[in-house]
């Protein structure tokens, strides 16, 4: 079973910030926090990663509470072309800890 | 980011026929292949592990007989759908990584669309 809780949907206006929560209160220190996103009828493109800092990269930023407990992928200026389904995902390292496991993840709806 | 492929994107096939689809990492060597299966307006399910050279892990309730997996190489693995039925029809994704490294990025193949007659 997925180790995190998502919002089922969301909507955002094109050109504004998405912000895209995630509760993964049962983490343990070993485990990373993963963002990937398929848009329709595609494989899963990877997004971000982190472990307790908060990261960005070109796609994305994710804030990640102090407690680790939840975490925040923000989308700086979305656009039509991030209309997708957004996964959080806990991951561990090594072995089956590794795997993916994939929950429903939220499906973003970016409007013009 | 790393390439990988899948072949054929698509396929449609009879009732008790068997499909083979390839996954390949183009422009690394994936010691470790994912193979997922997604239904319609659902997540992906992890379907099995397969380790270059080695047999594959099979989820819980995954028949491995029924999906073969090979692995023969560091840039390919096979899933091949043995006497497939309706209920097979779904949207095969693979995914390749290499655990060689500190770092073990999955990466994620487009997909194969099999429908089943």
């Known amino acids: 079973d997925a180790k995190t809780t998502q919002p089922t949907s969301m909507d955002c206006a094109e050109g504004r910030a998405a912000n895209l929560p995630c509760n993964h209160s049962t983490i343990s220190g070993n485990e990373y926090v993963y963002w990937y996103r398929q848009i329709h009828s595609q494989g899963p493109q990877y997004i971000i990663h982190g472990l307790k800092n908060n990261e960005t990269n070109e796609m994305a930023s994710l804030i990640i509470t102090e407690d680790r407990k939840s975490s925040t992928l923000i989308l700086p200026h979305a656009t039509l072309r991030d209309t997708a389904v957004y996964y959080c995902?806990?991951?561990?390292?090594?072995?089956?800890?590794?795997?993916?496991?994939f929950g429903k993840g939220t499906k973003l709806s970016v409007k013009p | 980011g790393a390439v990988v492929s899948q072949h054929p994107s698509w396929v449609i096939c009879k009732s008790g026929t068997s499909v083979k689809i390839e996954c390949r990492s183009l422009d690394f060597q994936a010691t470790t292949m994912f193979w997922y299966r997604q239904f319609p307006k659902q997540s992906l399910m992890l379907m099995a592990t397969?380790?270059?050279?080695?047999?594959?892990?099979?989820e819980q309730g995954v028949e491995k007989d029924k999906f073969l997996i090979n692995h023969a190489s560091l840039t390919l693995s096979t899933l091949t759908v043995t006497s497939a039925h309706p209920e097979d029809s779904s949207f095969y994704i693979c995914s390749a990584t290499d655990l060689r490294g500190n770092y073990n990025e999955q990466f994620f193949g487009p997909g194969t669309r099999l429908t089943v007659l």
């Open positions: 995902i806990v991951r561990g390292r090594g072995g089956s800890q590794g795997n993916l496991i």
């Open positions: 397969s380790n270059e050279g080695s047999k594959a892990t099979y």
